[in-house]
């Protein structure tokens, strides 16, 4: 069995993962649950995670458990309150301590981000991936894209994030392909995906971004009438949808050094849109930069002075 000093924590609204991680940042074992947010009432919160990592905990003591993610919003373990943009990424001192029942567990979980200018937006869990980039490139500025069910786009300066905004573009792909009249005609396993008919959907769509509903459904008419295949109806859907979200996000694209941290094939797609545009985008793992996000907020809480450059300052030193 793994021996963690502490334990990392991104509970999302699907799945939920953990790492027993060593002092210097390293990974000792990694484990993952389907019991994200969604499923779960603030009792359910502990006995999950003592399902997933009750045999990391020591016999006696307390072990930190730095949490990011959903188990902070309204109606999950504890409301852990949103800090006001522009900010550094994290906080340590603003995080919340749920009481557990068991004593072995020192539990913080970090507040999200909210922005009132220049449009109302959220995110929880996404700025302790900006975290973990900036604890690589601290001088870094520019934007970062984070794709996903809720795509971010992020400006970041002088370490901080100035501002950010959110595109549901993943859960309308989702939602057009099982509950709309594409439902039996869309199918992204298709042995005809097609990535020039995505990047030329990406294009189109940028162009006259408000034919939007229009090309929606000339999939349909595409796919009953000139015999469109499911794997390359997919490409035109998912490339449309892209194209509608890069249109709106152009101001923090544009002329922007720009990174993308998320899973690969839904990054790569991202990337090949911005391509088509003359863009240049960088790479990097979401969970990855998950990790390295909840090492710097571990610092922070163990009371390393260095950690300010990410966290914004310290909080109480951790057992």
Not at 91 to 105: F, G, I, K, W, Y
Not at 233 to 243: E, N, P, Q
Request: hydrophobic share 40%; glycine share 12%; net charge negative.
């Amino acid at each position: 069995m793994p021996n963690p000093d502490w334990i990392g924590v991104d509970w999302g609204t699907t799945n939920l993962r953990a790492w027993g991680m060593c002092r210097t940042g390293g990974v000792l074992a990694e484990a993952t649950s389907n019991q994200g947010m969604a499923k779960l009432g603030p009792e359910a919160y502990e006995p999950v995670l003592l399902d997933l990592v009750g045999n990391w905990l020591p016999e006696t003591g307390r072990i930190p458990v730095v949490v990011c993610g959903m188990a902070g919003a309204k109606g999950a373990w504890q409301m852990s309150p949103y800090r006001e943009a522009p900010c550094p990424p994290l906080l340590a001192s603003q995080s919340v301590q749920p009481l557990t029942v068991d004593e072995r567990l020192q539990v913080s979980i970090l507040p999200g981000i909210r922005q009132s200018r220049p449009d109302v937006d959220l995110m929880r869990g996404e700025e302790t991936q900006v975290a973990g980039y900036l604890s690589m490139v601290p001088d870094f500025d520019g934007v970062i894209c984070l794709p996903g069910t809720h795509s971010k786009w992020v400006h970041v300066s002088a370490g901080e994030i100035v501002s950010f905004r959110t595109f549901m573009t993943g859960e309308i792909y989702d939602l057009v392909k099982r509950e709309s009249v594409l439902r039996d005609l869309v199918d992204e396993n298709g042995g005809d995906w097609d990535p020039v008919e995505f990047q030329n959907a990406v294009e189109t769509q940028i162009a006259r971004p408000e034919l939007l509903m229009a090309r929606l459904f000339s999939i349909r008419a595409a796919a009953l009438v000139s015999n469109l295949g499911p794997g390359r109806a997919a490409a035109r859907l998912s490339g449309t949808l892209v194209g509608a979200e890069l249109a709106g996000a152009r101001p923090y694209w544009l002329g922007r050094d720009l990174i993308l941290i998320g899973e690969k094939r839904l990054s790569n797609l991202y990337a090949a849109g911005l391509r088509r545009l003359g863009q240049t985008p960088r790479f990097q793992d979401s969970a990855a930069m998950t990790i390295a996000g909840l090492a710097e907020a571990n610092r922070g809480f163990a009371g390393d002075p260095e950690s300010a450059r990410v966290t914004g300052g310290v909080g109480p030193k951790a057992a």
